[in-house]
């Protein structure tokens, strides 16, 4: 094994990592033998010479993401297990070969131990998107790797890391296709049909963390007038009138939002008489909306991304949620989600509480929703579970 920057935490810091917490803070460093490079894979020592961990070494307030706990060369070999063995717990959930389902998160980062790496596959494209340094400068590793995986059943990957990396890396990535070229963009869930615009659309293209979730609204959807709050491209609404909802109002402030939503209604529905596209700003929207619709969908982008604005995110639940209550049918359902890490289950439901508390109306929570199992959550990094959802009835 080829030597490496040794790294020496402080005493009493090593305690988390006995705990498998696969970050460690620049706080708790004392001493670094060398000058890493961003990127670069070091070794972790205990304050008393113990061995702790080997991670990717990062400048921030995140040191070090951990890749292993034992002593690892970090070869080719030693990722493509990793990859290997993420591929055969998407088998095992039936998310791989599925003829109804072509789309699933393959790689989650820390929930399946490669911290800073998201992989999601669409359909015959891996779409890459890398948070770490350490992570981006092992892309074309992982190429090769997918490829061994896949074989003929991948086309294309594309790296989607230009805006998900350290800014002060100084690396000047660009979002580009690493292997084959852009080919079907269609995918399946469910039977549903989905366009997915990975080369522009937010996040890796599409929201797959909500498959599970949209499959239970549906359940709920027969013969309710729905509205989908931040629609981005349609999911929700296709399942809603796959559900045989009266009517189905898709609303987002972003016109190219709307516009693939109603490209995603047009490649399920023949008749699109139940289907409306509103372009508008939520909180404005929901103000004009008394006793118009009986379901009712709240899944905002992330209110808050750091801890020094997380009272303000929570102000943002509360008012949303509010408005909802306020104004929905009586028997209404409420579907709320919040994709914010830094809001925990508890604050997220203390938000909704004090909404439903103001609005006056009895409410009661039918269920308590989280990500699906292709998102897993690694039990040592609770921080992992980033996605909270209610479903209420509104009386």
Not at 33 to 45: L, R
Not at 97 to 109: F, K
Not at 127 to 156: C, N, P, W
Request: proline share 3%.
């Amino acid at each position: 094994m080829m030597s490496r920057v040794k790294i020496t935490l402080k005493s009493g810091k090593e305690q988390s990592i006995k705990r498998y917490h696969p970050w460690i803070f620049s706080g708790a460093i004392k001493h670094i033998d060398g000058k890493p490079a961003e990127g670069d894979i070091v070794d972790v020592y205990s304050n008393k010479n113990e061995f702790l961990a080997t991670g990717h070494y990062q400048i921030g307030s995140i040191a070090i993401r951990i890749v292993s706990f034992t002593q690892t060369a970090a070869d080719y070999e030693f990722w493509k297990f990793k990859i290997q063995s993420a591929f055969l717990l998407r088998k095992e959930l039936k998310l791989t070969n599925n003829p109804e389902t072509n789309a699933y998160r393959l790689v989650h980062g820390e929930g399946d131990n490669m911290p800073g790496l998201i992989i999601d596959f669409y359909n015959g494209t891996a779409v890459m998107q890398m948070h770490s340094i350490g992570m981006y400068l092992l892309r074309h590793t992982f190429v090769d790797i997918l490829r061994e995986i896949y074989g003929k059943d991948l086309h294309a990957v594309f790296d989607k890391s230009e805006s998900t990396l350290p800014f002060k890396a100084g690396i000047n990535a660009k979002n580009e296709y690493l292997y084959g070229a852009k080919s079907s963009t269609e995918i399946l869930e469910y039977g549903n049909r989905f366009l997915v615009d990975w080369e522009n659309g937010q996040k890796t293209g599409f929201f797959l963390d909500q498959r599970e979730n949209r499959k239970l609204l549906s359940k709920y959807s027969k013969n309710r007038d729905i509205l989908n709050m931040f629609c981005f491209t349609g999911g929700f609404s296709v399942y809603g009138l796959h559900g045989e909802a009266n009517l189905v109002h898709s609303v987002d402030s972003s016109e190219k939002a709307m516009d693939q939503t109603e490209k995603n209604i047009a490649l399920n529905f023949k008749d699109l008489s139940r289907h409306k596209s509103i372009t508008a700003n939520a909180f404005q929207f929901l103000n004009s909306i008394h006793n118009q619709y009986d379901l009712i969908i709240l899944d905002p982008p992330a209110f808050a991304k750091h801890h020094n604005v997380l009272n303000q995110a929570l102000m943002g639940y509360k008012n949303l949620n509010a408005k909802a209550f306020e104004h929905i049918r009586p028997g209404g359902i409420v579907f709320t989600f919040s994709c914010s890490q830094v809001v925990s289950k508890e604050d997220f439901k203390k938000s909704i509480f004090v909404a439903a508390a103001n609005s006056g109306r009895d409410i009661k929570i039918i269920h308590q929703l989280t990500q699906p199992a292709d998102h897993p959550v690694n039990i040592y990094h609770p921080e992992g579970e980033y996605l909270k959802g209610l479903v209420l009835y509104v009386h």
